[in-house]
């Protein structure tokens, strides 16, 4: 059996393994269209910004790959695919055929146009390239306008504010992360980003560059050096548009990766899922999603019983606080054990009395028993929840 993976980052990596792990000896060509090794996305925001010297740590050498019999084709993007014939055709005039195909493209940064073409750089953070391309510029005096207050923009500003630059978030809602978190986590890293002194402005979006500032949507403007825009993702238009699908419904997964087309599975970024815990469908782009959902496609286009159903889960360090989230941590109501002024607190979303997600700060070890709580929608009395000598990971245990 012939398997493609289209998308060679972390979902279509781990799969190829997966599949050697779990015996297929049938042929694995894994096509990616960035030039790097397979790699993890994480390192990109983090250890690449801020570490003078990092170097890319990939999944796994070029010796590797080719020991496991897994063509890596690198460097070339996918242009057509045809699910009826089977076959896939890349940008360099090659073709590969498949039995079972896995679409594991990830995203692509949501861009803003009104930005581009300027005498300002606009930056983006999706790939090696993009990171280094940031690192160079974070030097100390530098004027740095970041559009989009969600994780990725937090972790440039925090690299930027260590590297001596000045920087200012621009959101375009009321508050940071507000689909994401609870409102007190929310004003927990506003009060962070700001003792460091990170500068806010809400309710506006960037309307154009004029000279060297940006202007933002009630006038105002702000001198810049470096645009960085973290605005959100969205789907591999080539990729959708060769299925005929419209961007918002690709790619709509069952519980064991597949797709609504025979032989076609989705995993990663790009895989559209159920979710008990949001109680809708959504895209979950995270590292743990990534790798997991991966391993579990593996499994399922060799046949295997599959059913794979696990909270989203990702984690983000910004200056030397560490914040973990699981499945919906806005729920309708919320419950907060520990001090918020100590910078060590939880967070856990409850609907309908239920746990279905929450948020750790400076607290890995709750956060372990969180998810199995989350992951198991357990239902526990209020005022056991809001005590902090009641131990969690004893109740997600029982």
């Not at 990616?32 to 250890?47: D, F, I, V, W, Y």
């Not at 076959?87 to 995203?107: H, I, P, W």
């Not at 972790?155 to 009321?174: F, K, L, S």
């Not at 560490?322 to 907060?336: I, P, R, S, T």
Request: charged content about 20%; overall charge negative.
């Amino acid at each position: 059996m012939r398997i493609v993976i289209v998308g060679a980052g972390q979902a279509g990596a781990r799969a190829a393994l997966a599949l050697r792990s779990a015996g297929h000896q049938g042929s694995i060509t894994l096509i990616g269209a960035e030039p790097h090794l397979p790699h993890e996305r994480p390192q990109l925001s983090n250890e690449l910004l801020t570490k003078p010297g990092a170097t890319v740590q990939f999944i796994k050498s070029a010796e590797h790959w080719a020991a496991q019999g897994i063509d890596l084709w690198c460097g070339t993007a996918v242009v057509s695919v045809d699910p009826d014939r089977r076959e896939v055709g890349v940008a360099d005039g090659r073709t590969a055929g498949f039995d079972r195909l896995l679409l594991a493209t990830g995203m692509s940064p949501r861009r803003c146009a009104a930005l581009e073409g300027s005498a300002i750089p606009v930056g983006y953070l999706r790939t090696i390239g993009d990171s280094r391309a940031i690192h160079d510029r974070l030097v100390p005096g530098v004027r740095i306008v970041v559009v989009g207050g969600g994780v990725i923009g937090l972790e440039v500003a925090a690299a930027a504010v260590a590297a001596g630059c000045t920087v200012t978030v621009v959101e375009a809602a009321q508050r940071l992360l507000g689909r994401a978190l609870p409102d007190v986590v929310g004003r927990f890293l506003l009060a962070l980003h700001t003792a460091e002194g990170v500068s806010f402005r809400y309710g506006v979006t960037p309307t154009g560059v004029e000279g060297g500032t940006v202007v933002l949507s009630d006038g105002t403007r702000l001198p810049a050096d470096l645009i960085v825009v973290g605005i959100g993702v969205e789907p591999s238009a080539e990729i959708v548009s060769a299925f005929g699908l419209p961007a918002a419904d690709s790619f709509r997964v069952d519980s064991a990766t597949a797709t609504a087309f025979d032989g076609v599975h989705a995993a990663g970024d790009a895989a559209l899922q159920y979710s008990p815990w949001h109680d809708r469908w959504i895209r979950v782009d995270t590292w743990a999603n990534a790798q997991n959902q991966a391993v579990a496609a593996a499994k399922a286009m060799i046949g295997l019983n599959v059913s794979y159903e696990e909270p989203a889960w990702f984690w983000s360090d910004q200056y030397k606080v560490n914040l973990q989230v699981v499945g919906d941590a806005v729920a309708e109501e919320h419950v907060v054990r520990g001090s918020v002024e100590s910078g060590k607190f939880s967070v856990i979303s409850l609907r309908g009395g239920e746990a279905v997600g929450g948020v750790t700060v400076n607290d890995p070890r709750e956060m372990g028993a969180l998810r199995r709580l989350v992951a198991a929608r357990l239902s526990l009395p209020r005022a056991d929840l809001e005590d902090v000598r009641f131990d969690l990971r004893r109740a997600a245990a029982a």
